[in-house]
């Protein structure tokens, strides 16, 4: 029985998983270590995952011992100064057939065909209006698109990629297999990766885009590396890559949650390709729904180990598990995301584990404002950006915003007594944020100090 079988309605600890939080080591010689900064393995961060995994539930006292580490240890590493970026959200398509159970972003890809006769929430934008989209928000000030999408059956990575996917196609069992269907099938047509990148670059933003998943999306039908199609996008425009889909980097979860995503070695893979390309990368740990502890330590142990072979995670992000509105509730399997113990140890263990990535990301949009700048004292330091626009949390059921303006950062940093500062992606450019009444951008080809409303 998988652990799938076994999950019918059942707390998290009840999965038939593997890989238990139990450990030979102790609470007290985890905590030990973190403080004298030794670097920490897998059972330590268990240890400091579950304030002690000889005992039950999280133990209060010794969860403000961690805490109190992790943010010795952030200002140790980049000092009081909290970061932020002026950026959108340009999601291309909800289209997609993956069928993850965590997600309610995707809307199912039959949905957008020409001959569908149902309704449709979703939405699907062509290479020119992503372009519109984001030079209108270049002239705003800012700087950064962030673009993650659903797997659109017609999304190829070219026109070459495009002839090489509808000559394998000729029958519906081979297009089912590669997840493809031509352009003409459907209302909107999502264009080429290499266009949606030429586009949205047009205008001089940074683009962060192109997943591992999207990338392997880009490739199906083919024997292209992915190092072939990173150069490819690298060429067309991209500066950078999201490391989202990683969820948890642990397969027996993987095959609850996301089945019919890339596996944890594959998703490395792709990683690993795009920073030998030269592309500077993020990673992300999606939490709080089946995983254990053990799960979430043997993730942040893959992020480190990638970043010691590439040098190229510029943050990485704990993104905790929104439940609301997503399959994994509608089933069942879950009744709830992580506790707010969960996501501020989550937070520090992160920054203490992770010991060659300077920048750990607090979510607004996953914890809210008032908890937001809390993990600002449990070892973060940067907040997030503008955002503008929203879609993934939101249909997830999240509970908020989809905009940040540069004057509530200055604001809200401020009234924890930390430095607000302005950075670029690869926080190379920092602009401290001085007593100015009115703030806005100022590191953009087109940004100008004019506050975003």
Known sequence: MDAFEASANVPREEFAFDHRPETDQSFENALEKARAGNRLDVDDAIELLTTGSDTEGIDLQRK???LEAADRRRAEVVGEEVTFVANINNNVTTACNVGCLFCNFKDAAQRFEADYEGENAGFTKTPEQSRDIVADAVDRGVYEVTSVSGLHPAFALDEEHREILEAKTESLAEAGELNYKPPEEYDDDPGTYVEQMKAMSATGAHVHSMTPEEAYHARRGTDWSYVEVFERLKDAGLDSVPGTAA???VDEVREVICPGKVGADEWVEAMTAAAEVGLDTTATIMYGHVENEAHRAMHLDRIRDLQEETGAITEFVPLSFIHHDTPLKERGMVEAGATTDEDELMIAVSRLFLDNVDHI????????????????NCGADDFMGTILSEEITKRAGGDYGEFRSFQEYVDMIRSIGRVPVERSTDYEQRRVIDDEADVGPKLGSEADGTPLL
């Open 64 to 66: 403000e011992q961690v």
């Open 247 to 249: 969820e948890i980097l």
């Open 361 to 376: 990301q607090s979510s607004w949009v996953k914890y809210g404002d008032t908890q937001g700048l809390k993990m600002l």
